[in-house]
């Protein structure tokens, strides 16, 4: 079987050959640098090779491409070449060659380091141990290896080099096992006129037993053109045989070591474990790097990474929360009057907005429901001021509408409105969804109240409302009004409700709210012309307060009192809690 190996700056592969032809294509003519194509394709510009019993022939060599032997002489079209031969083109180089079974390659024994360690050495061509110089320096560079090589760009480049620079090896390549098929990964070949390919036999050997091979070659018997082989496996977490670190070393050059040694033999099976450390750092960085992708799809980057650190945290875990549900009012008659495709981008526009102010404020955006969102705080991180941060988003939502329905003002009928409700309460947090759809999320009874809150704010006719467990944990940067007590629909015991304002606001509204409480108190304590009264001056002042809802509330209380049938849709209630419909 041929193999052709192909080899540049930007490009080093290595091809089992189907047949006894191929081609070469320039990849970029500025570097001169050429690929292995398919030679039936016959693409313009190519160059033609066959291999014969005689060795590899160009027969098709166009003139304006010269090809050069290992030796410097040119190729000429039609004149065979023995194998192996390597050729440069540019700045590419070629190794054609027939897979042969590499001679006498020996085992690494485990006794091999503690022989060699135990008895002096010298750096003699003739001698198998290695100085103690060497030694030092070889315990060196492995410690560097292991610190920076994992964490570096080109990560099998750089192993490889280090088989060259400490190992002293003449070319390196690490190369990957995937599907029983060895591909280079990355290499180090500083003379690659000596050759750029590996012998994928020798690969076969390290496949029928996993362990480092070398080949100590006695200086005596050196062919002219012979290379000594060391090879060691590298293993993923699973004890599989996942890459390989493959070494040469040349019998011509410089190099005066006949053959690999032990020992060094030994420090190229510690890399190949250096290696394994460094695939299976860049599998999880990788696999980390996926998760956070797909978490910060639905999360703040602050969040997906805590989920991903922490990820018993999807297990669920029992927290005091604050929830807030967001609604569009108004929706359904808005999306009948627009054509699908701005309905659509309204509501993009809007979800936008309202996702970019939650995160702002700390918060998870748990999940989108037609035309809301509900929102979480602390949780997965611990949030102190949770509440604060939920009622400082949702001032800032309630902010963003104006400016939403400027945007859209030349297709909308009027403003767009938001109804805001927070509940703040203990809930089980945790994967909400799951196991094949992801979404981190509150369950609970808490996250029931909040959404019957958010109801309870159009018939309030507030834009936000709150119950009072989270207006108790609010800070002064808030001065709050309590909107009634209310008994919700599916809930048995009635609940106090809440509105809140910035403490910035209090000058502006301070009198409009106490006259409301004065109405209030009216109210439950039985005085309901009297409130009635109050409520209906507060209403001709505007909507700060819940008054327009409770003058109509009490206007039915007093017509149901005088036995006059209610027409208020609004289920009419004795006494002081406000019952709201569903």
């Not at 050959?17 to 398919?38: H, I, Y």
């Not at 980057?301 to 108004?330: C, M, N, W």
């Not at 309870?456 to 007590?485: D, E, G, H, N």
Request: hydrophobic fraction near 40%; aromatic fraction near 6%.
């Amino acid at each position: 079987m041929f193999e052709v190996a192909v080899y540049h700056d930007l490009l080093h592969k290595q091809f089992c050959l189907a047949g006894n032809r191929f081609a070469l294509q320039k990849k970029t003519s500025e570097q001169q640098t050429w690929e292995v194509v398919d030679e039936a394709e016959n693409p313009q510009g190519s160059i033609q090779f066959r291999i014969s019993n005689t060795g590899l022939e160009a027969i098709a060599l166009p003139p304006e491409t010269p090809i050069h032997l290992a030796d410097g002489r040119p190729l000429v079209c039609g004149e065979p070449i023995a194998l192996p031969c390597i050729l440069q083109l540019g700045a590419t180089w070629l190794e054609v060659l027939v897979c042969e079974a590499p001679r006498s390659m020996a085992p690494l024994l485990g006794g091999d380091l503690a022989e060699l360690l135990s008895s002096a050495g010298s750096d003699d061509s003739n001698c198998l141990r290695p100085s103690a110089a060497t030694v030092a320096k070889w315990l060196s560079d492995a410690g560097q290896l292991h610190r920076a090589v994992a964490g570096s760009k080109d990560f099998y480049a750089e192993a490889a080099r280090f088989a060259v620079d400490t190992v002293g090896l003449d070319a390196a390549w690490i190369v990957s096992y995937d599907n029983q098929q060895w591909q280079i990964a990355g290499s180090c070949l500083p003379s690659p006129q000596n050759g750029v390919a590996f012998n994928s036999a020798a690969l076969e050997v390290l496949e029928q037993k996993p362990v480092a091979w070398y080949q100590p070659i006695p200086a005596a018997t050196q062919p002219a053109r012979a290379q000594a082989l060391v090879v060691a496996p590298v293993f993923d977490l699973h004890g599989n045989l996942t890459a390989a670190v493959y070494g040469v070393r040349n019998t011509q050059g410089n190099n005066r070591r006949a053959g690999v040694r032990p020992l060094e033999a030994r420090l190229v099976q510690l890399l190949a474990e250096s290696v394994a450390a460094g695939i299976a750092r860049i599998d999880q960085e990788t696999e980390a790097a996926r998760t956070r992708v797909l978490l910060e799809q639905a999360f703040s980057p602050t969040v997906a990474k805590y989920i991903q650190q922490h990820p018993e945290s999807l297990a669920g875990q029992l927290k005091d929360v604050t929830v807030l549900f967001a609604d569009l009012r108004g929706y359904t008659p808005l999306a009948e009057s627009l054509p699908p495709a701005d309905c659509y981008a309204l509501l993009g526009d809007v979800m936008e907005s309202l996702t970019q102010i939650v995160m702002q404020h700390g918060g998870v955006v748990v999940d989108y429901y037609g035309d809301g969102l509900l929102a979480l705080w602390n949780a997965p991180l611990e949030q102190p001021n949770h509440p604060d941060l939920a009622c400082s988003a949702a001032i800032e939502l309630l902010g963003a509408m104006p400016d939403i329905s400027e945007k859209w003002h030349t297709r909308l009928n009027g403003p767009l409105e938001l109804g805001i409700g927070i509940h703040t309460g203990p809930a089980h947090v945790g994967n909400a969804g799951t196991r094949s759809r992801l979404k981190y999320g509150p369950r609970g009874n808490t996250v029931n109240l909040a959404s019957r809150v958010q109801a309870a704010s159009k018939q309030l006719q507030l834009p936000l409302v709150m119950t009072a467990s989270t207006q108790k944990k609010l800070t002064s940067k808030f001065f709050t009004l309590r909107a009634c007590t209310a008994k919700l629909p599916g809930l048995e015991n009635p609940i106090e409700l809440y509105t809140a304002y910035p403490a910035s606001e209090a000058t502006t509204v301070k009198s409009k709210l106490d006259q409301y409480s004065h109405a209030l108190d009216l109210f439950e304590t039985g005085e309901l012309e009297s409130a009635e009264h109050l409520l209906s001056e507060l209403v001709k002042t505007g909507h700060t307060t819940p008054a327009n809802f409770l003058a109509h509330y009490t206007a039915a209380q007093i017509s149901r009192s005088q036995g006059r049938r209610a027409v208020d849709k609004i289920a009419a209630h004795s006494g002081s809690v406000v019952e709201l419909s569903g």
